[in-house]
């Protein structure tokens, strides 16, 4: 059954409501085609369960596309630390964005270069992101990014990414966007990638 059409005022209900759900911080709603993302604040709380219930009572199917992604929070896993980002234009026209990551008190580091433009420059931001991720995990395990986009709500600017794993599954993360647009970015990947891969790496480590 497709979702039914919302005009704005309905699609701005459904997205107050959301955020009323326990945990949830932010909701944004995309019409066409239907997609939600939520940003919530912790992993612990229902949230998933909670607005598919909540979906449905507005008449969206069960595979309506929901997207969850979680702002960070003290934990005593490890997780891979965020050192810097930064973007130097090494001629007209391109740009080169460098990341900096800490992962068990070894610093990586990677680059990626293209062309220039706000938008692709966050992008590069992200793809040097994943690209040093893959040089602390030796090639064990992939992401790609799907997309790179800034969203507004409750005059709050947000940046989320969507990526997949090797095996096809989305994973979205998300930060507040600043000044440092290109630091935001690394820190989305992050939030996307560090609650998959903090057992992970764990586990990698203490079977070395």
């Not at 009572?57 to 069960?62: A, C, K, L, Q, S």
Request: glycine share 6%; aromatic share 6%.
């Amino acid at each position: 059954m497709p979702s039914p059409n919302m005009d704005a005022a309905a699609l701005e209900r459904l997205r107050a409501e959301l955020e009323a759900l326990d945990g949830v911080r932010r909701a944004i709603v995309d019409a066409d085609p239907f997609r939600v993302f939520l940003i919530c604040e912790r992993t612990d709380c229902p949230a998933e369960m909670q607005a598919r219930a909540l979906l449905a009572r507005h008449g969206h199917p069960e595979a309506a596309e929901l997207h969850l992604a979680y702002l960070p929070q003290s934990e005593a896993r490890k997780r891979v630390r965020f050192i810097a980002a930064r973007l130097t234009k090494p001629s007209v026209g391109r740009s080169l964005a460098h990341v900096q990551l800490e992962w068990a008190g070894q610093t990586f580091e990677d680059e990626v270069e293209g062309e220039s433009g706000p938008a692709l420059e966050l992008r590069h931001a992200a793809a040097a992101t994943l690209r040093t991720l893959e040089a602390i995990l030796q090639g064990r395990m992939q992401f790609s990014l799907v997309g790179i986009k800034t969203f507004r709500a409750f005059d709050t600017e947000l940046i989320v990414v969507l990526l997949r794993t090797e095996a096809g599954v989305p994973l979205v993360g998300a930060s507040l966007a600043t000044s440092d647009g290109y630091r935001s970015a690394a820190l989305a990947v992050l939030n996307a990638t560090n609650r998959v891969l903090g057992n992970y790496l764990a586990n990698a480590e203490g079977s070395a």
